[in-house]
């Protein structure tokens, strides 16, 4: 366990993985698309590589405790807990756990880690290295949520920006979106990725967002698979806007994966080895 | 993942490798295996949960560190406490292979179960704090008084809010159906009271506060009267209060409540006319040896209701003659009545005796008559009561009493015996029929004095009927002369008091009753005495009229005051009942089925009921709370003191033999201290005295609760219910300082049950 020595060596790692991963955005953006914007985002403003043993880094992160309302408005059956049987840290890697257990009412548990108030960011490179859980009715995800500027301001107005959407039936395949006024809920804004010969349960993706003013690019490893930009979308871009915060999360059922059935097996892990956020290096 | 990222360079140098060889021929070179895992623990069970992040890879060995290995891609096992360095080999198709290695450290905490000493290093203890006590486990400061011990302590540091403390979760339930109390070491040097509260929830909880000296560590005993069983316990420092500062505990331990402490005797009489022989004083004075030897010993068994008294005496026969015996001379001598009878009670290792009481004439031994006790004894070393009935004709006789165990019998048996009394008989002297005085003793004078005081006390026998005679020669105060009787009085109750009334002319008094101590308060009513005798009766609330104010208690008394004017005063037949209400009473209906009478206790008043509170305890009707109506029945113990209440005889010639029986009712109410219960009991009564069956309802004594809690019980009536049943309420401390007990009934019903 030589923490500290390896930790540094994940920096320098880190510098050449973005020079591979840009050097390969500028090559092959000549040969797609020549309107396409693609920025330097390289100077880290924020990581967690999860290598402290224990309860996540209290400075990065908050928990959403409960059932929220109306199951966080998705119908979802998961108790979120902050107990170490549901997060916890530990060999390098956040484990986020979803039981099947009767808790407070309900027959889930999981959790939902969030950066609100302690890390919020206009634009950047978010990404994060993630081995997902498989079943019916298993549902994760790493997303932003714009600021709500104190809560006068609600959703979609504020944005939302879906890094990674999975449902653990479908293990080759995951999706990006956007919500905002007028392209919320079913009826946002939206691509998938579906791996060829591979899985997400089985082995660690990256999944990562570049955004700047008036576009996100969607990338799974190192390919970029969509751009949305203001003509995408039917309604008010509010991405240009101000800060978002990142959510990690597992969610059990609901609206979109529906309920797990007698083959999900539980309980499941969601595993992610690295959350990091770069800016413009001007 | 650290593999992985560590080697990340040769990756690097890999890709670079892949680019220039890219377009040689594909041999099958395979990524790189790397070997990972992560796992969750479950630290109250030890179980690992293994998940496996190795990448390229496709087989797996995985060597457990117990011995134990596996080939599973994420296995799952449980370890006992200890550390386990685990190696994962992680193989691709072609052979080629890493591992990645992990130790792991299980420690899986003890539970905290009583006894809780604090120096088990396995054991999480597992404190909450709330409202601003800081806790932590340290070594004892201060070997000294009961925990002169060197080891690791509990210290509580108060900061000076009410109801702030300390919380432990037990792992293993405090059971209370045996053993009732725990027993701590407590340090403080300041004088402080320690609230113990046992939960299962924060509502069904029960509490017992104790007293610290203040002196370093003291052993501390919480006594508890629940059976349940209880997960959490809490520690109060100064309760309410808001004493701050540093306080330690340690060694909490279950043990068995230790048993109630015997009731001291509270009077003794060894003149003819009101013997009673308690022991509360030693008479070894008084007694005569004859070839017997006489101690004042203690109780051998002061723990069963039969006697709880601390002192009896204790008689060994010398085995010189089947006449051993020993004698108690009287100043005067023994007057008795139609009915009046002794009764003793004794205690043996051994059954099947009589006792013997022979009244003798001192000096004169040829004048004498002996009384043999109705009945041989059955019980072996358990206290029972004999009884040995005189004959009015036997009166003014005798002065000398003589006790023989086991007369012509030559043995040398020990036998404690106790509260060796005489009963005044009930019968008036001549005449005619039994008269009822109700709450008082004596009312028809027929036994003289006995019972009446002040300075008016002159009992005078005219054909055969005894009556008190008064006259007045100076008008003064109406107290200067007077005649009371002392009795228990509810107070605001109310109550009638019925007498014969007569004098040499025309003339006034004053009647009623009051405080027989300061502040003196009564309900007294002028009456008009004429030279013809007159039953008065008066309706008396227990109010003073002029302050408006209740009074009562033991001390009360019913009160003839005739100083103010001049004349003869005769009173005889007085007598005093509790007024029930006007209403309900007649027919002996009731509630369909109900055999008790104000069991609801809404007359106000606690007509139905009969009180024992010679004790000290106190009963009182108050409208302080009620489930449902506007009164209840409140039963109140302090240090030392207890009182009985009875629904007595109840249901008579209407509750049958051997025939279920349902008895409910609701109480709520407060423990104080250490030492005090609340009980119930059941009694199948018979005609003449005694029981057939007798039952303490749930087994022991009932747990109060903050709220109303209803209580019901069926039961079997015993095999002989001619005197009826009888529901009796108690409550009782033992001397034990701080004690306190109060309970409120309501809602008492006795039924057959459905």
Request: charged share 20%; proline share 4%; aromatic share 12%.
């Amino acid at each position: 366990m030589h923490k500290l020595n390896i930790h540094t060596m994940r920096i320098r790692a880190i510098a050449i993985t973005s020079f591979l991963l840009v050097s390969f955005f500028v090559i092959s953006s000549c040969s797609t698309d020549e309107t396409q914007r693609v920025t330097n985002f390289t100077k880290l403003t924020m990581f967690d590589e999860f290598d402290t043993d224990g309860a996540p880094n209290s400075e990065i992160w908050n928990y959403n405790i409960g059932t929220g309302q109306n199951g966080w408005g998705n119908n979802e059956l998961q108790y979120y807990t902050d107990r170490t049987e549901n997060v916890t840290v530990q060999n390098g890697v956040l484990i986020i756990t979803a039981k099947k257990e009767d808790f407070n009412g309900s027959s889930y548990t999981s959790a939902r880690l969030l950066t609100r108030g302690k890390f919020e960011q206009t634009y950047g490179r978010f990404e994060a290295r993630i081995r997902l859980p498989y079943g019916k009715g298993i549902w994760p995800a790493f997303w932003l949520l714009g600021d709500d500027s104190g809560g006068t301001e609600v959703w979609p107005q504020i944005g939302e920006i879906d890094i990674m959407e999975y449902v653990g039936d479908k293990p080759n395949s995951m999706f990006g979106t956007v919500h905002g006024p007028g392209y919320s809920g079913g009826e946002s804004v939206s691509k998938s990725f579906v791996l060829q010969n591979d899985r997400f349960d089985t082995g660690f993706h990256i999944f990562g967002i570049e955004w700047g003013p008036d576009y996100i690019n969607y990338y799974v490893d190192d390919v970029l698979y969509n751009q949305i930009t203001p003509e995408d979308v039917p309604g008010e871009w509010v991405f240009n806007r101000g800060p978002f915060y990142i959510i990690i999360n597992m969610a059990v059922g609901g609206a979109l994966p529906g309920a797990p059935n007698a083959e999900t097996q539980f309980p499941q892990t969601m595993l992610v080895d690295y959350v990091r956020v770069y800016e413009r290096n001007n | 993942m650290k593999k992985l990222m560590s080697t990340f360079k040769y990756i690097s140098i890999l890709i670079v490798a892949l680019a220039f060889v890219g377009c040689e021929e594909d041999d099958a070179v395979l990524p790189k295996v790397e070997a990972g895992f992560t796992y969750t623990l479950n630290v109250n069970t030890g179980t690992v949960t293994f998940i496996n992040i190795s990448e390229n890879a496709n087989a797996y060995e995985w060597d457990l560190g117990d011995g134990t290995s596996s080939t599973l891609i994420n296995p799952v096992k449980t370890y006992a406490n200890g550390t386990y360095t685990i190696v994962l080999k992680a193989k691709n198709v072609a052979g080629a292979f890493d591992t990645f290695e992990d130790t792991i450290t299980i420690a899986i905490p003890e539970v905290v179960a009583f006894p809780i000493t604090f120096d088990n290093a396995d054991v999480d203890y597992g404190a909450t704090v709330f409202n601003g006590t800081a806790f932590q486990i340290v070594d004892n400061p201060a070997l000294s008084g009961s925990n002169a011990t060197a080891s690791k302590v509990g210290e509580i540091t108060n900061s000076g809010a009410a109801f702030e403390g300390v919380a432990f979760e037990l792992g293993e339930d405090l059971d209370l159906s045996t053993d009732k109390s725990v027993k701590m070491n407590f340090w403080s040097d300041i004088p402080i009271s320690i609230l113990l509260k046992l939960e299962i929830t924060e509502s069904d909880a029960v509490e017992t506060t104790v007293s610290h000296g203040g002196t370093g560590w003291e052993e501390l005993l919480f006594s508890f009267s629940s059976s349940k069983s209880y997960p959490k316990i809490v520690i109060f420092v100064d309760g309410p209060g808001t004493t701050s500062g540093k306080f330690y505990i340690d060694d909490l331990t279950q043990v068995e409540t230790p048993p109630l402490p015997c009731i001291a005797e509270t009077m003794q009489s060894l003149n003819a006319a009101d013997f009673n022989l308690t022991f509360m004083a030693d008479p070894s004075a008084s007694v005569i040896e004859d070839n017997t030897t006489f101690e004042y010993a203690d109780n051998p068994d002061a723990l069963t209701d039969a006697n709880k008294s601390c002192k009896v005496g204790k008689v060994t026969n010398s085995n010189q003659n089947p006449w051993d015996n020993m004698q108690i001379d009287l100043a005067d001598k023994l007057t008795f009545t139609s009915g009046s009878n002794f009764t003793m009670k004794v205690y043996a290792p051994q059954a099947g005796y009589k006792v013997t009481l022979k009244l003798e004439e001192k000096g004169n031994a040829g004048n004498a008559k002996e009384f043999p006790s109705t009945e041989a004894t059955t019980k072996t070393n358990e206290w029972e009561e004999l009884t040995f009935p005189v004959e009015a004709t036997d009166s003014n006789k005798y002065d000398k009493i003589v006790i023989f165990f086991d007369l012509q019998t030559q043995n040398g048996n020990t036998y404690f015996f106790d509260d060796l009394k005489l009963n005044a008989g009930t019968g008036g002297g001549g005449g005619g029929g039994a008269f009822d005085d109700g709450l008082l003793t004596n009312g028809d004078f027929e036994d003289g004095s006995t019972a009446w005081i002040g300075n008016a006390v002159d009992v005078q026998t005219e054909g055969g009927n005894s009556f008190n005679f008064a006259n007045v020669m100076t008008a003064g105060n109406p107290f200067d002369v007077n005649l009371s009787q002392v009795v228990p009085i509810t107070p605001g109750a109310t109550y009638a008091l019925s007498f014969e009334a007569s004098s040499d002319g025309n003339r006034t008094m004053l009647a009623g009753i009051g405080l027989n101590q300061d502040p003196w308060s009564n309900n007294v009513s002028e009456v008009n005495l004429t030279s013809t005798p007159q039953t008065f009766t008066l309706e008396l609330k227990a109010t003073d009229p002029a302050s408006s104010t209740d009074f009562g208690g033991a001390n009360s008394r019913v009160i003839f005051d005739m100083g103010a004017a001049t004349g003869v005063v005769v009173i005889d037949n007085v007598s005093l009942f509790l007024k029930t209400g006007t209403g309900g009473g007649g027919g002996g209906g009731g509630a369909e089925g109900e055999f008790t009478t104000n069991g609801d206790f809404e007359t106000g008043d606690t007509s139905g009921y009969t009180i024992f509170d010679a004790n000290g305890g106190v009963f009182t009707v108050t409208n302080e709370e009620s489930n449902g109506g506007s009164f209840s029945g409140k039963l109140t113990s302090g240090e030392g003191t207890e009182v009985v209440v009875k629904q007595a005889n109840i249901g008579i010639g209407t509750v049958t033999p051997n025939t279920e029986v349902t008895i409910t009712f609701d109480m709520k109410g407060t423990l104080m201290g250490a030492g005090g219960v609340i009980f119930v009991e059941f009694f199948s009564e018979l005609a003449s005295e005694g029981v057939s069956k007798a039952e303490i309802l749930s087994g022991g004594p009932l747990a109060p609760t903050a709220e109303w809690q209803s209580f019901s019980f069926t039961t079997t009536t015993g095999n002989d219910v001619s005197g009826g049943v009888t529901v009796q309420l108690k409550t009782a401390c033992g001397p034990v300082s701080g004690c306190g007990v109060e309970a409120y009934f309501d809602n008492v019903s006795v039924k057959f049950a459905n």
